[in-house]
Every structure is written in C-alpha cells, then in structure tokens.
C-alpha cells in the first residue's frame, strides 16, 4: 500500500479493519465521529457488522453480547461516551471477555468542550466502573503508532481475554499524516474461543455461560484472585514504553500521546540552550512503565511530568519515583495544547513547577 | 411403562432459587420446553438479566449470557447481529425491561432486532425486597409506595405490550398470562409462535407474561394467583397486539 495521508479517526477505522475487527457498535460523540463514519461504509460493504446504537450504555452492552459470542468487537467514543460505558466495560472484564475500546479525549468535566485533552487519565487507568478490575490502555503519540496499536489491539485482546482500551485525543483523531498500513505488528498464539456464548451445536458436551456474578465471598474472592494472577502477567509482559535521550539528562520529562510530541520538540530546543533532557514516554498506561523510573541516572535533577491535564499521570510518576528525585508538574488542560516554548520555560524554571 | 410426562430438556437439573408458588418458575418451564420442542436448545443463546431470574443462566439448558440492570435487549442485539442464524432470547423483570432497560427494549424493537423477549410483569421489583415498578397498580401497597401507588406523584402502569406494539419493526407482541392452567396452556402457544417467528427471521418478538409475587405481594401463592386474575389483567388486557403476518400481510 505504501505511504497514504490519512486523518487520525480514518487510520484506526481502517487499522480495526486491517486487526479483523468483525463488528462495531457505539454512538456519534465529537471528535471521534469520523471512526464510526468509516466503518459503516467499510464493515457494512464487507459483510461485517456495524450497528449505530440508542447510547453509549447500549453501544457497550452491544460489545459484551458480541465479545461473548466470540467475534472481534470493537467500540469507539470520547469521554462522556466513556464515562457512560463504565458499568458495562466493569461487567466485561468481570466476565473476561475480549474487545477493544476507543477513546478520543475531549475536555472536561462534564460536556466540557471538543478540544483536545488528557483529562480522561484516571477514566482509563482506574475505571469509573465498580470492583477490581484492570484495562490494558495504549496511548500512542501518534497516527502512525495509533495503527500500529489498533492491529494488533484485538490480538492483545483475545490473548488475555481483556479490554483493551486505545486511549488518543482529539489532535490524533483529527490531524492528518502520511501512514503506513503495513508495518509488521506482532502477532500472538491465540487459542480457540472454546468458551464462546455461540450455541452449544459449536462445542458439543457442555453449555458456556458469559457471566460476571458470583455470590458467595469466597466464591467471588477466588474469581478476583484469579483476575488478579491475569493481571499480574499483564504487568510482567505488557509494560510498553519508549526512553528518549535518556543517556545522562539533566532533567527527565515523563508525557504520553500528544504531549509527548510537543515534548520531542521542547526536548530540541533545550539542548540548543544546552540544556539535555530525556524524556520517559509511556506507551502503555497500564501496565504502567515503572521499572523505566529505576533507569534514570542518579545525576538526573529532577522529573517534570507534562500533561493536558491538571496531573493525573502525577499519581503513577510520583509512585515509580518512589521519592529518588524532585518532581515537578506542568499542565495546561481543557482543551489548551501547551507550546513547547511553555516546557522549556517550566523546565528552566524546575523549582517553581515542583511538587510535594 | 408409558411415560406420561417428564421434565424439558430445555432446563438443567439445578433447582430453581424462586419463592414457593412464584409464577417464574412455570415461565422457565414453557421457554425450556419450546426451546426443546423447536429443537433450539444447540444453537439458542438466551441472556438472563437483573431482577430474581438473575440465576437464569443456571436453569436454560443452553448458552447464556448474564447482562447488566436493563441491558439485555442490548446484549441481545449484540449477539444477534454476529450469529444471524441462532436463537436469541432475553428473560427480563419488569423493573429490568421497563423501568432501567426501557430505551434498550424500545431500540431493539424498533431495529426490528430478530430476538425474542420473555417480558415478565409482577407489578412489583421483586429481587430487592418489593419496592415499587413502573408496572406497579394504582393504590398497590409496596416498599416504596406504602399507601399504595399515588399517579399524581408516581405516575402510571406502563403499558409495554401497547408500547410496543405501535412500532414497526415489532413482529409479534402477545399479553399472556399464568393465573390458571388455560392460561398457561395459552402462554405456552404465544411463547413458541414468538420463537418461531424468531425463526423464520420475521423480526422483534415479545411476550409479556403477567406473573405472580407472592412473597412481596404479602399473599398465600393461590391468593396471588386470584389477584393477577383479578387486577391485574384488567389493568393489562389479554391478547395479541401486533402480528406482522396478520397486519401486513
Ligand atoms: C444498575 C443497577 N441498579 C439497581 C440494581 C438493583 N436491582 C437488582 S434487581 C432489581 C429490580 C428487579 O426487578 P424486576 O426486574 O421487576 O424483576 P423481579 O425481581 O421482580 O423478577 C434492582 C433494582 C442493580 N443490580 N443494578
Ligand atoms: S421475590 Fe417474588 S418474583 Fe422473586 S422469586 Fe420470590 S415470589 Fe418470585
């Protein structure tokens, strides 16, 4: 196929496509709409399934029958969108059933605006759906990598049988770049999905049973240990991250998605004042790139963690600091993308942006 | 030895969890039992949802799916659209289907959703200790509304089948009814004319079924029993409301 321009939305319509998804279910929200759009077209014209729902609550209960009944199902909204689908993706990986999860931030709290932002963090990593349970949330920085993720996103999926949540703002779903569809992604030995809600005709000998209640303490208790063991192979296999100039920095910016962007180019103008900075890029929020903390130099002055938030991705890079350096925090949020002129100035001005 | 009865193969042999003289357990036995009969118990897959039938998965000899407060019709719909060509069927309370679940019965009804609801209404939520349901009777005493239903600050009975039955993509909606051996022998028949609408793709299906709660009505199973008879099935009259083949040709 080669290099093709393409906007944000479009690319992970058709990277789902290209990662087999076999249906879709959600409901128009800005500024994810043209994923939707795309693959109505495209599902529709290749047999696939594509259902507009009444709401985001139906959209996600819509992906839990389809993940039950074992096909490839995805959704795809933004954050009051995904505020709402909170019960059922709780109730998904209560059941451990696999599906791939979208989510174009926007501003907030409440209708907040369309612009771009990170404010969704927390939604993503911690879940405003109830018990334990853990998502495994990609947040690439760019269109490219955003298709990269989405390939192989469903395989992810299916391995561990988990949501798995693509987790981009607005300036991704809405920018263009020029994209490749055919970069190698990895593959994973998947089993059959011998415990699918598909009709017993189709595993002959026993009934299967997509479910999430388990009444009884200890019987439930067991069932969270066992999703506990699942995350913690998670966490040992899935941390995904990208170390930048990492070498013998003065300081170490810690930004996702967008932000690290903007940070790349910071990060330039920095060293052109003489000032070197490494940047520690999460690709996966969760797991989250702990260890990547212990690799910082011990001559490092201090850790600013950048976001278009009001510092939510703080939490997890003040505990993998685990108190070795200072940290600072600088973020612009609601929908402001911050310059990089802004993250040269906080980090010449480390002192001021601290944090206890 | 001639055998004159034996249980469906459309249930499990795990007891049923419902209260003495309650009406679901007949409702189950009439889905097992067309689900046997149609020979759809190999590729049905039926979604118990939240109210007391919450266990239903353990009873349908055939898969299941277990779905959030009021979702199933969505869960349905999901499932559904991916296998075409299996039986799919939702098992639903009326605080489930009418109260939390209304937008996603509405939906599915209107998509024209090839599945079938069994719709049980007992006026009453069952499950969390009685309190009061969309479907609860004016002037009926329950937790919540304990000098009985008040329309002027609790509205009104809901009328699903009625609902229902103005939208298109509706295939079959019949009011039935368990208060007495005619009319589960009725209820039987709505039951297997809705899968077997399902069958033959025709579209949205649904059966409500008016059933008993004696343990949060306060009443002796047979008393209960009378009181559906009674009051109930003149709030909600009997009958067929809508049949494509009959009204569409
Ligand atoms: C989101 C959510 N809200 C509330 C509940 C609590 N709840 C459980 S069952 C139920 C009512 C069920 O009543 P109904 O559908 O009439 O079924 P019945 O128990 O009468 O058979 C409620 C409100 C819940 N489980 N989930
Ligand atoms: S509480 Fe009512 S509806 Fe529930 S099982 Fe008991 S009698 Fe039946």
New interface residues.
């Given amino acids: 196929m080669g290099k093709i321009l393409m906007k944000g939305n479009e690319a992970i319509a058709l990277a789902a496509i290209k990662g087999g998804v076999d249906a879709f279910y959600g409901y128009p929200i800005t500024p994810q709409n043209e994923v939707p759009e795309y693959l109505s077209k495209h599902m529709i014209e290749n047999g696939k399934v594509f259902v507009q729902a009444e709401s985001e609550v139906a959209s996600i209960n819509m992906v839990y029958g389809a993940a039950g009944a074992g096909v490839r199902v995805m959704t795809s909204s933004s954050s009051p969108g995904i505020a709402l689908m909170q019960e059922g993706i709780s109730y998904i990986a209560g059941a451990e059933l696999p599906c791939v999860i979208v989510s174009v931030m926007r501003g907030g709290p409440g209708l907040g605006n369309i612009q771009p932002a990170q404010g969704d963090y927390y939604q993503a990593t911690r879940g405003g759906g109830n018990g334990d349970y853990n998502l495994i949330v990609y947040a690439p920085e760019s269109i490219q990598e955003t298709i990269d993720v989405m390939k192989s996103a469903f395989d992810t999926a299916d391995y561990y049988r988990n949501p798995v949540m693509v987790l981009v703002d607005g300036l991704i779903g809405q920018m263009m770049e020029a994209v490749d569809f055919d970069r190698p992604v990895e593959k994973r030995d998947l089993s059959l999905k011998d415990w699918a809600t598909n009709g017993k005709k189709n595993h002959p000998g026993k009934r299967n049973i997509a479910n999430s209640l388990h009444l009884g303490a200890e019987i439930l208790e067991d069932h969270n240990k066992n999703l506990k063991k699942k995350y913690d192979r998670i966490k040992e296999n899935e941390v995904k991250y990208e170390m930048i100039n990492m070498d013998n920095p003065d300081y170490t910016i810690v930004a996702y998605g967008t932000m690290a962007r903007v940070c790349r180019s910071a990060i330039k103008q920095l060293k052109k004042k003489g000032i070197e900075v490494g940047m520690i890029r999460p690709i996966a929020l969760w797991p989250y790139p702990k260890k990547a903390f212990d690799e910082i130099p011990s001559t490092c002055k201090g850790i600013m963690c950048v976001e278009m938030s009001m510092g939510q991705m703080l939490d997890d890079v003040q505990i993998s600091n685990r108190g070795r350096f200072d940290v600072a925090f600088y973020g612009r949020y609601a929908g402001v993308v911050p310059e990089p002129e802004e993250i040269v100035d906080a980090i010449e001005n480390f002192e001021e942006w601290r944090v206890e | 030895m001639k055998v004159k009865y034996k249980k469906t193969k459309g249930l499990?042999d795990k007891p049923l969890s419902y209260c003495p003289g309650c009406t679901h357990g007949i409702a189950h036995k009439l889905v097992g039992e067309t689900l046997e009969e149609l020979d759809m118990?190999?590729?049905?897959?039926g979604?118990a949802s939240v109210g007391c039938s919450?266990?239903a998965?353990q009873f349908f000899?055939?898969?299941?799916?277990?779905?959030?407060h009021g979702?199933a019709c969505?869960?349905?719909?999901?499932?559904?659209?991916?296998?075409p060509d299996?039986?799919v069927f939702t098992y639903q309370g009326d605080g489930d289907l009418a109260s939390i679940g209304i937008?996603?019965t509405i939906?599915a009804a209107n998509?024209g959703e090839n599945i079938t609801v069994i719709f049980i209404n007992n006026a009453i939520y069952g499950m969390t200790g009685g309190q009061m349901a969309p479907t609860t009777l004016i002037g009926q005493k329950t937790t919540t509304s304990q000098s009985g239903r008040d329309a002027k600050s609790q509205g009104y009975p809901i009328h699903i089948s009625e609902m229902l039955s103005t939208i298109e993509g509706s295939a079959y909606i019949e009011r039935v009814s368990l208060h007495d051996p005619k009319h589960v022998i009725k209820a039987k028949k709505a039951i297997k004319k809705a899968f077997t609408y399902q069958k033959e793709k025709r579209g949205f299906t649904l059966i409500e079924v008016l059933s008993s709660c004696p343990v949060n009505w306060g009443m002796k199973p047979i008393d209960a029993l009378k009181w559906v008879e009674e009051n109930m099935v003149e709030q909600y009259p009997l009958g067929v409301y809508k049949d494509k083949e009959a009204n569409n040709g």
């Fill in positions: 499990t118990l190999d590729d049905a897959i979604i919450v266990f998965y000899n055939c898969d299941m799916q277990q779905a959030p979702r969505a869960e349905a719909t999901g499932i559904k659209r991916v296998l299996n039986t937008a996603e939906h998509r």
